[in-house]
């Protein structure tokens, strides 16, 4: 009898690689699709002022960019994996992006 061996069989979840188009911005659908939360879950990261989504007139319509999508990602996996709520994941969020200020900071100091 031929039964198909584990390096035939297909994996139960692959893992989806986003490769955005530059400047590129993505419908609240789309982008909750490629961040892999629901409409909801960005919805509320946005305005909890997790995410910052681009307004587009005239009606105000929202889209999101590549960062906004990387940012979605990262909120969901702290509270999906490490089971962190969102006043903590805004508090971590802006401790790394001051961390990543000063490291650009101090790379510009080292070049003078």
């Known amino acids: 009898m031929n039964t198909p061996s584990d390096a035939d069989r297909a994996p139960a979840q692959a893992l989806e690689v986003f490769e ?17 939360v629901t ?7 946005c305005r909890a002022g997790l995410v910052h989504p681009v307004l587009l007139p ?3 319509a929202m889209a999101f960019s590549e960062e906004a999508i990387r940012t979605a990602r990262r909120i969901e996996h702290l509270r999906v994996v490490h089971g962190l709520q969102l006043p903590l994941i805004r508090t971590l969020l802006n401790l790394l992006d001051e961390v990543e200020r000063l490291r650009v900071e101090v790379r510009f100091l080292r070049n003078r």
Not at 20 to 36: E, H, I, K, V
């Open 20 to 36: 955005p188009q530059p400047d590129a911005l993505y419908s609240l659908d789309m982008a909750a699709r490629l961040a892999g």
């Open 39 to 45: 409409r909801r879950s960005l919805l509320i990261y």
């Open 58 to 60: 005239p009606v105000g």
